[in-house]
Nanobody, 122 residues
Framework: QVQLVESGGGLVQAGGSLRLSCAAS????????MGWFRQAPGKEREFVAA????????DYVDSVKGRFTISRDNAKSTVALQMNNLKPEDTAVYYC???????????????WGQGTQVTVSS
């Protein structure tokens, strides 16, 4: 099992930027696919972005393409989500997740962080 702790959330105006970070501990980090999900009030938790074990392949939901960038540092056991040009509809709790295989489904990720709140004001 991998323990995940997110940080970097906060309140930002529309058009602003935030950088989320997720620190992993426990099992070796590098074999895992890492993903970011988000959950807005009253909505299902949705896929945002994922990165493969070596960082060479990334995947994004259409609504964040061109604005968000996922990256990882296996030496530091961290994964980041750089979020630019934020919109009010990006407001949600953002979760870091780890899984054995790449994908967009929540069920494919085994370990989850506790989440960090991102609020974008208009």
């Amino acid at each position: 099992q991998v323990q995940l702790v997110e940080s970097g959330g906060g309140l930002v105006q529309a058009g602003g930027s935030l950088r989320l970070s997720c620190a992993a501990s426990g099992r070796t980090f590098s074999p895992y696919v890492m993903g970011w999900f988000r959950q807005a009030p009253g909505k299902e938790r949705e896929f945002v972005a994922a990165i493969n074990r070596y960082g060479g392949i990334t995947d994004y939901v259409d609504s964040v393409k061109g604005r968000f960038t996922i990256s990882r540092d296996n030496a530091k056991s961290t994964v980041a989500l750089q979020m630019n040009n934020l919109k009010p509809e990006d407001t949600a709790v953002y979760y870091c997740a780890a899984g054995p295989v790449p994908g967009r489904s929540r069920e494919m990720y085994r370990d989850w962080g506790q989440g960090t709140q991102v609020t974008v004001s208009s």
